[in-house]
C-alpha cells in the first residue's frame, strides 16, 4: 500500500492550495481518508476527514476555509485548502484506514496507512 501526498508550497496568507494524495494498492472506495498537520514542535493534528460514504469532517480550525473530497475513480484524496492563514504552515499529511468509527475519526493512531507529507508554508 502506497499514500503519494503532493501540491504543498510556499503561499501567502489569504491565498489557496490543493493537495492530492493518490493511493495505490488498497480498494480505495472501501477506506476512510483523511489529513492530518504536524507544525515543529507540535502534536499531529486532525484536519479533515471523509469516509468510504463520502461524509465528511473538519477539525475546528479548518471548518468553513478547507474541503476534503475524494475520486474514487482516481484513488485520490484531496483538500482544497483556502484562505490560508500563517498557523497552516505544517507538514501535511494523508492517511487511510479501512475499518474506520465516526468515533475515532481524528486520532492518528486509528489509521492503518499514512503517505509521506507535503510541506505547506503559509507566509504572512
Known amino acids: 500500500v502506497q499514500l503519494q501526498a503532493s501540491g504543498g508550497g510556499l503561499v501567502q496568507a489569504g491565498g489557496s492550495l490543493r493537495l492530492s494524495c493518490v493511493t495505490s494498492?488498497?480498494?480505495?472506495?472501501?477506506?476512510?481518508m483523511a489529513w492530518f498537520r504536524q507544525a515543529p514542535g507540535k502534536e499531529r493534528e486532525f484536519v479533515a476527514a471523509?469516509?468510504?460514504?463520502?461524509?465528511?469532517y473538519y477539525g475546528d480550525s479548518v471548518k468553513g476555509r478547507f474541503t476534503i473530497s475524494r475520486d474514487n475513480a482516481k484513488n485520490t484524496v484531496y483538500l482544497q485548502m483556502n484562505d490560508l492563514k500563517p498557523e497552516d504552515t505544517a507538514v501535511y499529511y494523508c492517511?487511510?484506514?479501512?475499518?474506520?468509527?465516526?468515533?475515532?475519526?481524528?486520532?492518528?493512531?486509528?489509521?492503518?496507512?499514512w503517505g509521506q507529507g507535503t510541506l505547506v508554508t503559509v507566509s504572512s
Open positions: 471523509i469516509r468510504y460514504t463520502s461524509h465528511t
Open positions: 492517511a487511510g484506514d479501512r475499518q474506520l468509527i465516526l468515533s475515532s475519526i481524528a486520532f492518528p493512531n486509528e489509521y492503518d496507512y
Open positions: 494498492g488498497l480498494t480505495f472506495s472501501r477506506y476512510s
